[in-house]
């Protein structure tokens, strides 16, 4: 059982490039989440999805966009990367709501120079 | 005022010694409360769940809550080195995952 995976682990990227950073699960959840953390500052939720087709904004959405056309996979697109949004991203994921707690992935480390 | 805080140490202890964490928030609606272990470079994992007020055991794992006081603690009894991680307080007023309000971690480190 492979639970939540992310791929790339690392990526360095030029300012103004673009990259989808991947996010599967196989526990078959239902909401699935990208969250960004950056030192001395708690994980900040970018999107969100609560089923195949369902997205919505979290707190720090800009420069970010998310689709969910399966209830497996959760990309995660960066357009025109700055260097602001070098930091490590979470993909999590929960059955309905958090009673059991979020399943996170083992992250992507992005730097952007 | 950020809404949840932490220290975030490093904080240093013998193995066997009991550890206390806390977590400090603002936010009176809060009821909702969870605690995560990450190891460097690896994603949190969920170590303990409670709702309202009161006591929850796991093992080692004591988790408190003090609404009263805006107020939550994670006590690792006979602490092992296993357990050097950040650890990470969350909260919400709801049970709605993306409303989930984490904290910053506290870094600890369990010296053998």
């Known amino acids: 059982n492979a639970g939540v995976t992310q791929t790339p682990k690392f990526r360095i990227l030029k300012i103004g490039q673009s990259m989808t950073l991947q996010c599967a699960q196989d526990m078959n959840h239902n909401y699935m989440y990208w969250y960004r953390q950056d030192p001395g500052m708690g994980l900040k939720l970018i999107y969100y999805s609560v089923g195949a087709g369902i997205t919505d904004k979290g707190e720090v959405p800009n420069g970010y966009n998310v689709s969910r056309s399966t209830t497996e996979d959760f990309p995660l697109r960066l357009e025109l990367a700055a260097p602001s949004q070098t930091s490590v991203y979470f993909c999590a994921s929960s059955y309905g709501g958090a009673g059991g707690g979020y399943t996170f992935g083992s992250g992507t480390r992005l730097t952007v120079v | 005022q950020k809404e949840v805080e932490q220290d975030p140490g490093p904080l240093s202890v013998p193995e066997g010694a009991i550890v206390s964490l806390n977590c400090t928030y603002s936010?009176?609606?809060?009821?909702?409360f969870m605690w995560y272990r990450q190891y460097s470079r690896k994603g949190p994992e969920l170590l303990m769940y409670?709702?309202?007020?009161g006591n929850k055991e796991d093992g080692r794992f004591t988790a408190q809550v003090d609404k009263s006081s805006k107020y939550i603690s994670l006590f690792i009894r006979d602490s092992q080195p296993s357990d050097s991680a950040t650890y990470l307080c969350a909260m919400s007023e709801d049970n709605y995952g993306q409303n989930f309000v984490f904290g910053p971690g506290t870094r600890l480190s369990v010296l053998p």
């Open positions: 409670t709702y309202s007020s």
């Open positions: 936010n009176s609606a809060f009821q909702y």
